[in-house]
């Protein structure tokens, strides 16, 4: 169970939180998710991303005659690392790459000025556009700074570093993707079970229950293939997590694959959606890209949430490449139906299945 992000961002106060960091164990080539950004003489700063980005925010209060300072992590890298002096409140405004693969925008206020961190908040507008009010900041002096076109349409969704070649989704298993038989080992992750139901949906539609039958069949299909399947839990099972990871690790899979089912309130059944998330490394994420785009196929008019860095503990700590899918919402209007449908449990079965040969056939 997953809750849906929230598009507004409270700023996270370093030292009071601890700072979220995501260590790239490979070098993430794409390129920076920020497009454009201005920070108005309003005090306003807006921003231009890829669509489907994750941004996360700080603040730093004034510190020993260091000004307050705020910055914006963007995934993606970025290209030259600059610094623009700024005007009025504003000392400095620096672009930065704080990891390879990642793009940090930092404002630097004057030592002067006060800036309260509960009142900032950096707001998506649409999917590809941000706002973020430095509310009781006083502007006098302050003039536009900013760098490319705001106003410009952004193209694609970002995707983490990875380009796959969308395919089909077979209607059956005679048309799945082959590979080398005998070569791989992939371990499949039913989410939950046993006393831990996971997300409970509309009709009462539980979670475990979906993704056993879902990662069953996929089990089954790709052993059909000639990959070894070891699986987490066959039957309702409670398995912690780490035994979870424990067992992928010791087995040397080629891949790790977590099937979820998502959910949120049972009063936003119009919340729908396929989402796939990895934690670091660029084959995570054309495993995980390739997992999205097969799961679109079979779930047409279920929105695409993208393919998401997360730091759920199972992708996070196993060391082959890893993905975590979430089917669909079984608190959603048009997902729970589907989820709750064994005809779709099997055209989610062969997507998923068919991204995970077609992965396995690039990683050769
Ligand atoms: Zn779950």
Redesign the pocket.
Known sequence: ??LAPSRRLSLLMVGALQIPLFLASLPVSAASALAAWALGSDGVLLLRTAKGARLEAFFQSADRGKGARVWIDFPGELSRTRTLRGSGPVQAIRLGKPTPGSTRLVIEFEPSIDLDPAQLKLVGTSPDRWRLSFKGLPTRGLRRIGEGDLTASTSGRWTPGVSISPTRTPINASGLPKVSRGRYRVVIDP??GGPDP??IGIRGLR?KDV?LDVSLQVAQLLEAQGVQVIMTRSADIDVDLPPRVARANRVGATAFVSI???AISMSRQEVNGIETFYFSDPRSAKLAAHIQQQVLNVSPGSPDRGVRRGRFFVIRRTNMPSSLV?TGFVTGRLDSPRLASAAHRRRLALAIATGILNYLQGAR
């Open positions: 169970m997953i989410g939950h996971g997300a979670e993704v979820h089912a998502n979430e």
